[in-house]
């Protein structure tokens, strides 16, 4: 584990960068930020010449990788860094410069222990893309299918670790400062960023959600997910089926090839829907380059390093809220906020419910080149703060998600409305879900599960484990001992050590005495 004096250094280098790009001033000029943090941005922007503008998203690719997915995961956070930050770091690109050829060869050697040769007929030195963690290589495997190759580079697992932890140590000094500070709940934050990296680092734990994504998305029309050759799959290597399409970013040649780009931005907004409401567990990291158009018109998804994952519980809350805000019925949203205690029970129902109507009445019936959800979710964040709301860490990849698939939608089709497209499906899941006839096989299956169980067990099992709200139990935090803490336990134990030195000091003094009496 790193000294505090690691940890200090590293920010503080990682600080001279950001103030090089103007990406501290905020920080300074934020009324909530900590006397402390606003003191080391100030000693680490001094000397520095910073632009007018700043560039949050350069920043952080020239910090590292570790800060470039750090810097994806708080453009989901416009109550965090605000909303300039987050439309800054919506920018931010994943692309490094790759990796020789040589040392990903002896990766795929090493991990695999055999030849390239054994394992691909054909394989391209030169990379269809390099990213923070891997780079994807084009090869044809020794059966003669053609496959992408993705192989974590050289050393990435070691330098996110150490990043990682420096990460921890300063969240949980920031949150110890109380105040705004403890709201927004950083160290939760950064146990989620690990928690989605850590997934990224397992190539065999991308491959396995991928496998798990197409059989969620079977019978869906026009959508696809590559296939898995778990032969050449390992934690260090992932081997897919090859996907030959256009890039979803490039509409004139979507347009040149025949499709229709209004349908494909339904299509989009639909899969993610199904993905998101019906089967709780969705692509999280659907930018542009991750989507393709393939000749059919087949909308082709690939990487699948993030995903989300949302219970039932949540799912139906969810669809409510997104239905009620579709239809005004603010004070069923407001009661759902209430119900899942996203909402403390001290604040009062209605005045929430007014709050909520401030946010999404001017947005009803309007395009997304007017209004969006992105600017939705802006407004819900500022007011968590007049209603006490902290921050749901298992709601921020599908807010991010959300954001996502809205700006591709809008390419395709800038008079798309988010709210139309998404009513009909959502009014029916509800139906389905939430309906009578739903309602009563909901009950007839719980009342039989309960029925097949000890009774005492259940209610020993109840009174251990009372009813929570709609956030899942956080991830268990590490422990970090605070500057201030290190400080004491050395004092305490100085102290301490210095009361033995006396008794020792006076213990040897007696003895001497007492020896030279007997001598003499």
């Not at 380059?289 to 949540?314: E, H, P, Q």
Request: proline content about 6%.
């Amino acid at each position: 584990m790193a000294r505090p004096a690691t940890h200090i250094w590293r920010l503080l280098k990682w600080g001279r960068t950001l103030a090089r790009h103007g990406a501290l001033r905020g920080i300074e000029r934020d009324p909530n930020t900590p006397a402390p943090v606003k003191r080391l941005a100030r000693i680490a922007r001094f000397g520095t010449v910073q632009p007018k503008e700043p560039d949050y998203a350069g920043a952080f690719r020239d910090i590292g990788p570790a800060a470039i997915k750090l810097g994806q995961t708080l453009a989901t956070r416009p109550d965090l860094v605000g909303e300039d930050a987050v439309r800054n770091l919506l920018t931010l690109q994943d692309d490094l410069p790759p990796v020789s050829f040589d040392k990903i060869r002896a990766s795929i050697e090493a991990s695999f222990e055999q030849p390239l040769e054994n394992l691909y007929s054909e394989f391209d030195p030169v990379p269809v893309g390099a990213a923070s963690i891997a780079q994807v290589h084009r090869a044809v495997t020794t059966d003669g299918r053609q496959v992408a190759v993705k192989v974590l580079r050289p050393g990435v697992r070691e330098q996110f670790a150490r990043d990682i932890e420096t990460y921890e140590w300063a969240a949980a000094h920031v949150e110890a400062m109380g105040g705004e500070a403890m709201r927004l709940r950083p160290r939760l934050v950064i146990a989620n960023f690990k928690r989605w990296t850590n997934r990224e680092l397992d190539l065999r734990r991308e491959a396995a959600s991928a496998s798990e994504l197409a059989e969620h998305m079977v019978g869906t029309e026009g959508y696809e997910v590559p296939g898995i050759d778990w032969d050449r799959t390992n934690g260090r290597v992932m081997t897919v089926d090859w996907i030959d399409g256009i890039k979803i970013s490039n509409t004139e040649a979507i347009r040149a090839a025949g499709h229709d780009t209004a349908e494909l931005a339904n299509r989009l907004v639909l899969a993610f829907l199904k993905q998101a409401i019906a089967s709780g567990f969705f692509h999280a990291d659907m930018h542009q380059g991750n989507l393709f158009v393939k000749a059919d018109g087949t909308i082709a998804a690939i990487d699948f390093g993030i995903m989300g994952r949302i219970d039932r519980r949540a799912r139906m809350w969810l669809a409510e809220i997104l239905y009620g805000l579709t239809t005004g019925n603010y004070r069923r949203v407001a009661e759902i906020h209430f119900e899942a205690q996203y909402v403390p029970s001290y604040h009062n129902v209605d005045e929430f419910a007014t709050a909520l109507r401030a946010v999404g009445e001017p947005m009803r019936g309007k395009p997304v080149s007017e209004l969006s959800v992105g600017q939705m979710l802006d407004g819900l964040f500022a007011i968590t703060r007049d209603f006490d709301m902290q921050t749901q860490p298992h709601l921020l990849l599908l807010q991010k998600t959300m954001v996502m698939v809205e700006g591709i939608a809008t390419q395709l089709n800038p008079s798309i409305n988010m709210w139309d497209t998404s009513a009909p499906y959502v009014r029916s899941w509800i139906r389905d879900e939430l309906g009578p006839e739903a309602a009563i096989a909901d009950r007839i299956r719980e009342d039989t599960e309960t029925l097949l169980r000890i009774p005492e067990l259940v209610r020993r099992i109840e009174d251990r484990f009372p009813a929570k709200g709609g956030a899942p139990e956080p991830p268990p935090l590490p422990k970090v001992e605070l500057m201030w803490e290190r400080r004491r336990r050395k004092a305490r134990s100085r102290g301490v050590l210095g009361y033995v030195a006396a008794a020792g000091a006076g213990g040897l003094a007696a003895w001497a005495a007492m020896l030279q009496g007997l001598i003499g």
